[in-house]
């Protein structure tokens, strides 16, 4: 049985549907990632779970029960916000202890618990100390410990990282995983960094406006993209798309004509594509240097060398942008013509409506 | 890099041949800071002026309260004290007897005040801060408005609802229109404070399961505290100020009144004792400078210092 599922949930303020329909199973123990751009609605919605935010039509169920009008602490969940949060005159200790303190639990039960959580997160050290003495990521993790103590069934994180330096995000990131394999508890984490989806998750809910574009694996969103918002939104960087018109589709060949880059023929078992307008997708990752199975001749506009990659932007004839990712540090140049190619297998196809084409 | 070598390195920049920077002082001040000596003396030749403006009328009246009463009204008039003392502070207790009662009448009508308003302007605050609930914009329009009305435009209505209640010459007659006419600015003082609290922090308490009386008490309320205070001296000042009037019209019981109107016992049918009136005003002000300095003490800035990541 799912431990938090959501069935048809929607939310507007006033006239405008920020969330519009969401269906979601939540397994006990996954660690469940919404990605999305900003706006998309992936915070509301999971401050909807919370509790902070009323539901407008819709059912959300915990552990089998309808949470809809429960106030947060009745649903067993505990969150961690953006801005931590901490309540700055207390010390370490009771921002820890808080909800304990709320549940009026006895002086040796808050301790046993608080040193607990402290030394999950290393933090016994500081236990005295006020938030303002405390670095961005010792701030993060006293407002973990506020969640870990309440020993919640679902854990919610709200962008936890998105305040924190560069270094520092991928030591908690590894830290968050870790604690995640520790606790076995299920979390939900919010985020619009795709390399924290791609990952901490076991599955990546892709939103957009308000609505659930694709929800999998990690590498299921990578290499089966279900249309172009997904393909577009997961990777770096951003897939290659090119505008084409199908020629044929016979039940095992599309062949789609690329104008000036000529045709492309394209496994798919698809028939319905026939004549209509299409998008090819090609990740900048997967093309080579030198012909190969398909062939783009085009001059670089850009050249980025960054040791381990070298980066090409170049516009094709069509006029799209088109980006070439290449390993290590092959003699490319700005302004000066090459070719490039890809593995036919490698390819997406997306009909006029977007959707992936198989 | 540290200030001094920035600074060092500019200086280079700057002259070609190279001028060791000898003169300049080692000063941890920002550039942005710093000032010639001529800059400096016109801001101090400000603030000399300014504070004479201020202080005057208080140094001249601790001069007259030193000096005999006869000293008063010669010619020239001397400014400075001839023969002072200090006998002034110790002949207005018996030449006005009720004057320690005076000097606590005040005392107490302005407590009181600073109790009540603080005591409703709290929870007022704290509401207009974080609920949305319907009419609270007009409400506060309407704070405004009362704000606009001086208490004494509504002396007379006020006169005749006190004296339809019975309450003339009551401390009560005192003390509550005191409060009711700080309370509307010391909630819109308030509500902006606390406006500045982050929201987040009603929210993690909430999620913990606090209720809202429960996240006033352990969060918003410290919080907030140099704002309180804020509204605390302030309103204890402005009640201060303003029993005068309220003293004059609402009551005419000597035991009741407060300093300001008592005062008015050192006028004699022949002759005014300006030397110790003066010394008793500087008496009256006297208990208003310790509980400004107690509650200074609280004015803690920053302390929402790491709450959440700005």
Not at chain 1, 53 to 66: F, N
Not at chain 1, 83 to 90: E, F, I, K, R, V
Not at chain 1, 116 to 132: D, S
Not at chain 2, 33 to 43: G, H, K, N, P, T
Request: hydrophobic share 50%; proline share 5%.
């Amino acid at each position: 049985m799912s431990q938090l599922s959501l069935k048809r949930l929607e939310k507007s303020f006033n006239d405008s549907r920020i969330i519009k329909g969401i269906d979601l199973e939540v397994a006990e123990g996954e660690f469940v990632v919404f990605v999305g751009p900003s706006g998309c609605g992936k915070s509301t919605l999971l401050r909807m779970i919370a509790g902070l935010e009323d539901v407008t039509e819709g059912q959300i169920e915990i552990s089998g029960k309808v949470v809809n009008d429960l106030p947060p602490v009745q649903r067993g969940i505990a969150m961690v916000f953006q801005s931590y949060a901490l309540y700055p005159h207390m010390t370490v200790y009771e921002n820890i202890a808080f909800p304990l303190r709320v549940e009026k639990l006895p002086q040796d039960e808050v301790d046993r618990r608080v040193s607990a959580a402290a030394k999950v997160l290393q933090l016994e050290p500081r236990l005295k100390h006020r938030p303002g003495q405390l670095s961005g990521g010792q701030r993060q993790r006293v407002a973990i410990g506020r969640a870990i103590v309440r020993q919640p069934k679902i854990f919610l994180f709200d962008e936890p990282l998105s305040n924190l330096d560069a270094a520092l995000r991928s030591e908690m990131r590894i830290e968050l995983m870790e604690l995640h394999k520790r606790l076995g508890s299920t979390m939900i984490y919010v985020t619009h960094d795709q390399i924290e989806a791609m990952t901490m998750a076991d599955k990546i809910v892709v939103l957009n406006a308000g609505e659930i574009s694709q929800v999998g694996s990690p590498l299921d969103l990578y290499h089966k993209p279900d249309n172009l918002f997904v393909a577009g939104f997961i990777g770096s960087p951003k897939m290659n798309f090119i505008n084409g018109k199908v020629r044929s589709a016979d039940g095992s060949t599309v062949t789609v004509d690329l104008g000036k880059l000529g045709v492309l023929s394209l496994p798919r078992t698809s028939t319905a594509v026939a004549g209509q307008d299409v998008t090819v997708g090609i990740r900048p990752e997967h093309m080579q240097l030198g012909s190969g199975e398909f062939t783009i001749s085009t001059t670089p506009n850009i050249v980025e060398h960054l040791g381990i990659h070298t980066i090409s932007y170049s516009t094709l004839p069509g006029g799209e942008n088109f980006i070439g990712l290449f390993e290590g540090n092959p003699t490319i140049e700005d302004g000066k013509a090459l070719d490039m190619s890809f593995a036919i297998a490698d390819a997406h196809l997306f009909d006029s409506r977007g959707l992936a084409v198989y | 890099m540290s200030d001094v070598a920035r600074t060092t390195e500019i200086a280079a920049v700057d002259s070609p041949a190279i001028v060791k920077p000898k003169a300049r002082r080692r000063t941890a001040r920002a550039m942005i800071d710093r000032y010639q000596w001529y800059e400096v003396a016109a801001i101090y030749l400000g603030i000399a002026v300014f504070l004479f403006f201020v202080l005057a009328p208080f140094i001249e009246g601790f001069l007259v309260s030193l000096k005999p009463l006869a000293q008063l009204f010669s010619t020239p008039y001397s400014f400075i004290p001839k023969n002072g003392s200090f006998d002034a502070y110790f002949n207005m207790w018996t030449s006005v007897p009720m004057l320690g009662m005076h000097i606590f009448n005040s005392f107490f009508i302005s407590s009181v005040v600073t109790l009540i308003v603080v005591v409703i302007v709290v929870p007022a605050a704290y509401a207009f801060a974080r609920f949305n609930f319907a009419g609270a914009g007009m409400l506060l329009g309407l704070f405004l408005a009362v704000n606009m009305f001086s208490g004494a435009v509504l002396l007379i209505p006020l006169f005749r609802l006190m004296r339809a209640m019975g309450l003339l010459n009551t401390y009560f007659a005192m003390i509550v229109p005191g409060a009711a006419f700080l309370i509307p600015s010391s909630i819109w003082l308030l509500r902006t404070y606390m406006l500045r609290i982050p929201r987040e922090l009603d929210e993690a308490a909430w999620v913990d399961g606090a209720s809202r009386l429960y996240t006033l008490r352990r969060v918003i309320l410290p919080l907030a505290m140099p704002g309180i205070v804020v509204v605390a001296i302030m309103t204890f000042i402005g009640a201060y100020a303003q029993q005068f009037i309220f003293a004059l019209t609402f009551n005419s019981k000597t035991e009741f009144m407060p300093l300001p109107v008592g005062l008015f016992a050192f006028f004699g049918k022949q002759e005014v004792q300006w030397n110790e009136l003066m010394a008793a005003s500087f008496v009256g002000i006297l208990p208003v400078m310790i509980v400004i300095i107690f509650l200074q003490r609280y004015l803690v800035a920053g302390l929402t210092a790491g709450a959440v990541k700005q």
